[in-house]
């Protein structure tokens, strides 16, 4: 991998060395990263709902992770997201990421979370990430 000093350990999605983090674990899949995340009431916006930063965070890491297991260093350019559902605390989801494509030294990334109890998608994002050639 060409991921040069890349510590991620105290990434609040996916590091395992965060106290407070969310502690995620990301795999490929053929060419689509996934993982499953189950808000608790710490990650509350109001309502019993999941803050919807919280939302935004775990899709950017998604893409950022199918960057990271294809061997690319790269950082968030830009990410829009669309909240299609709420999330309820203790709603179990599944998050998906995959590249739309790469020219020169920008990704495109899509991201969609959907929840697990009725198939309803939660929130869909498309990002640009810059590649990081030092």
């Known amino acids: 991998m060409n991921t040069n000093s890349l ?3 105290r990434c609040f999605v996916c590091g395992p060395e965060n ?3 969310l502690k995620l674990t990301f795999q490929l899949d053929a060419d689509v990263c996934r993982s499953e995340f189950t808000p608790q009431v710490e990650h509350c916006g109001y309502d019993n709902v999941t803050h919807g930063g919280i939302i935004f965070s775990v899709l950017d890491d998604v893409m950022a992770n199918w960057i990271y297991l294809n ?7 830009k ?3 669309r909240y ?3 999330l309820p605390i203790g709603t179990k989801v599944s998050i998906e990421g995959h590249c739309l494509k790469k020219r020169n030294r920008l990704i495109l990334m899509e991201g969609k979370m959907v929840r697990e ?3 309803k998608i939660v ?3 498309q ?8």
Do not use: L, Q, V, W
Not at 127 to 134: C, E, R
């Open 7 to 9: 510590d991620a350990s």
């Open 19 to 21: 106290s407070i983090g």
């Open 71 to 77: 061997g690319i260093r790269a950082y968030t350019a």
């Open 79 to 81: 990410c829009d997201i």
């Open 84 to 86: 299609k559902d709420s």
């Open 117 to 119: 109890d009725n198939g």
């Open 123 to 125: 929130a869909e994002t």
């Open 127 to 134: 990002a640009s990430f810059m590649i990081d050639n030092s």
